[in-house]
């Protein structure tokens, strides 16, 4: 048996449009849950990325900050790079430092106060740089004197490199420059 439905059409579609809302309305529930699940899926993955970039960024500063700070502590003063080349020749010379201070202290009357003096090396003779003061013109006398006296025997040679006398005080600033011979600074050959 057929059936036979007697209803115009406008009816039947309306009937299945109301049948069909339902449907619908799910649908686009579903449809709007899954894009706010994907949309808040993707805005946390771009907070974590966010928090990534920055803490890469911040990674990348501090590494670029202690490299600046190891290439800083890497330069070298020049008046560093001269000691240390100096300390190397006279390290090479085979300088006995205990000679070699007992050599200045040999040369250098009671009265006169060195300020500095240094060691450096060339062609084999140890030279002796001297800056000090003496008490008295006659005290700066008696001891030039007595290194150009010496000039040959434990002194091979002696330069006044500076003197100023200051007549208020009596006192003698002054800079003498003293080659030694090897035989007094180095280590005796054995």
């Known amino acids: 048996m057929k059936q036979l439905n007697l209803l115009p059409q406008a009816v039947r579609h309306k009937a299945a449009n109301r049948q069909s809302v339902p449907y619908m309305v799910l649908a686009g529930l579903v449809g709007l849950a899954l894009g706010l699940t994907v949309w808040f899926g993707f805005s946390m993955e771009a907070r974590s990325l966010d928090k ?41 010379a085979d300088v006995d430092w205990d000679r070699s201070f007992e050599y200045v202290a040999s040369l250098v009357p009671k009265d006169i106060v060195l300020s500095s003096y240094s060691f450096g090396v060339s062609q084999g003779n140890v030279t002796l740089k001297m800056t000090g003061e003496a008490p008295s013109n006659v005290s700066y006398a008696t001891f030039a004197e007595y290194l150009k006296q010496n000039t040959g025997k434990t002194v091979t040679s ?29 280590y005796p050959k054995s």
């Open 52 to 92: 990534e970039k920055e803490m890469l960024i911040a990674d990348a500063t501090a590494a670029q900050q202690k490299a600046a700070k190891e290439v800083a502590d890497l330069k070298v003063s020049g008046d560093l790079k001269t000691r240390v080349n100096h300390l190397n020749t006279l390290a090479q």
């Open 158 to 186: 002696f330069k006044v490199d500076g003197y100023v006398y200051a007549p208020q005080t009596g006192k003698v600033t002054f800079t003498v420059t003293v080659v030694a011979p090897p035989t007094a600074v180095k």
